[in-house]
């Protein structure tokens, strides 16, 4: 069945270090969200991505969607302790006409003070 | 700002027993969804429903899971006869449905965190 990959699990920076995770699909997805879970929290929605090739920005953190919509990331610019968490990508199959998410293992994010 | 809630947040229950998780979606969202998250491991759909019905399951949803809408604000998960493996947090989640939920958000609940001893 479709997976989705996502490196790398873990990252541990210095506060004000860049920071990147990876998304890979098995198969061609309609689209793409990224979600951030706070220790014991639940899963808080930032960003949908729909077209090849695009790019979107919030504040410091900027996604991508990649041009055969197999693969995303997520960069996130002079990190803060606040952006301390697990970050999920969820695709969805190709055909767009699922609601079903498909989820990437996380990558956990530590930012040292 | 609507949310989803989920109730409730920790269950603990006996191996073999019936549980019932409940959750209420944001009030205008159709689409409604549960996922588990066994502790440390990656978000996992289990079912999705839309007008009183089941639209989508995987195959972790057999015959000891069922869902239902009892009434216009809740939207419960079953789970007939537990077993160890079961032990999980589960999430709701809910999607307006207006675009179809093909590209809809999906906004996801506090979670209940189930222990099956």
């Known amino acids: ?113 | 700002e609507p949310e989803v809630t989920q109730t409730p947040s920790h269950q603990v229950t006996q191996m073999g027993q019936e549980v019932i998780l409940r959750c209420v979606p944001i009030s205008n969202h159709l689409y409604f969804y549960w996922y588990r998250q066994i502790l440390g491991q990656k978000v996992e759909f289990l079912v999705s429903f839309y007008n009183n019905e089941i639209s989508e399951k995987s195959e972790i949803f057999d015959d000891q899971f069922s869902v239902e809408r009892p009434d216009g604000s809740n939207f419960t998960l079953k789970i007939r006869s537990t077993k160890l493996e079961d032990s999980a947090m589960y999430f709701c989640a809910s999607s307006r449905g207006a675009r179809g939920h093909g590209t809809d958000t999906q906004y996801f609940g506090p979670g209940t965190r189930l222990t099956v001893l």
């Open chain 1, 1 to 113: 069945g479709q997976q989705v990959m996502q490196i790398p699990q873990y990252q541990h920076v210095q506060e004000g270090e860049d920071f990147t995770t990876y998304c890979n699909s098995s198969t061609t997805l309609s689209n793409i969200q990224w979600y951030k879970q706070r220790p014991g929290g639940h899963p808080v929605f930032l960003i949908q991505l729909v077209k090849s090739g695009e790019v979107k920005k919030q504040k410091r953190l900027t996604f991508q969607f990649g041009e055969a919509k197999k693969n995303s990331s997520l960069h996130i610019t002079a990190t803060q302790t606040t952006d301390v968490g697990t970050y999920f990508c969820a695709g969805r199959g190709g055909s767009g006409n699922t609601g079903k998410l498909i989820f990437g293992q996380g990558t956990t994010l530590q930012v040292k003070p």
